[in-house]
Every structure is written in structure tokens, then in C-alpha cells.
């Protein structure tokens, strides 16, 4: 019985937000509208719905993001490498990002990894 109990956990906008942005190809920033579409709703809708949630789209895609920049960090790449795979217009933008993210700047989580 509690075996189908867990099967039939409900899942949440947040959640179902979140695995269209964690699945989508790596440079690939999927927008509200698009996640929207894909759902058969508003964006108004889908935004009220995460906003229901107590979070945003911008809270999720930046949470992602955040995820994929240190996994791509802890492999080597090159600042610049994780930016453009990221999908950020040039490193600068991608710097002020992580440091918005983390506090730190992206060089520092990179110089930390390595030791």
C-alpha cells in the first residue's frame, strides 16, 4: 500500500518546471512561454501557479543554472567554456550571475575545487 501511495504523489508546477528546465539541452534556456506552451496554459497562469507555490520562474531557472555552472566548474572547464555552454551572452554576464547566485565570483568556487 505505501508503495502506491509514493506512486501517486502529486506533482507540482515547481516541480514540472523544473524538470523541463534541468532536461533541456545544455546553451538551451527554455523561457516562460515555452514551458507554458508545452503545458497547454497561460503564462499568466502557469507564473500564478508557481507564484501559488511561493516561488518564480526566474527562482527556478536561476536555481538551475546555479546547479549547472558548479557541476560544469567542478569538471575543469574554463570559465568562459561554462558560460558559453550555459547559454550566457559573454563571461562578464555569466560572472555577475554566479556572484548573485553564491556571493563569490565563479574564479573562486573554481580555485576552491581544485585545491
Known amino acids: 500500500m505505501e508503495l502506491i501511495t509514493q506512486r501517486h504523489t502529486t506533482l507540482t508546477t515547481t516541480m514540472i518546471v523544473r524538470d523541463f528546465l534541468m532536461n533541456a539541452p545544455s546553451g538551451v534556456l527554455l ?53 558559453e555552454i550555459l547559454g550566457f551572452s559573454d563571461l562578464s554576464t555569466f560572472s555577475q550571475a554566479y556572484k548573485r547566485w553564491t556571493g563569490m565570483a565563479p574564479s573562486h568556487y573554481k580555485n576552491n575545487e581544485i585545491k
Open 31 to 83: 523561457s516562460l512561454g515555452h514551458i507554458a506552451n508545452r503545458l497547454n496554459t497561460s503564462e499568466r497562469t502557469l507564473k500564478r501557479r508557481l507564484q501559488e507555490e511561493n516561488t518564480s520562474f526566474r527562482l527556478i531557472q536561476n536555481e538551475i543554472l546555479h546547479h549547472r555552472a558548479d557541476v560544469l566548474l567542478s569538471k575543469g572547464l574554463s570559465l568562459t567554456q561554462v558560460a
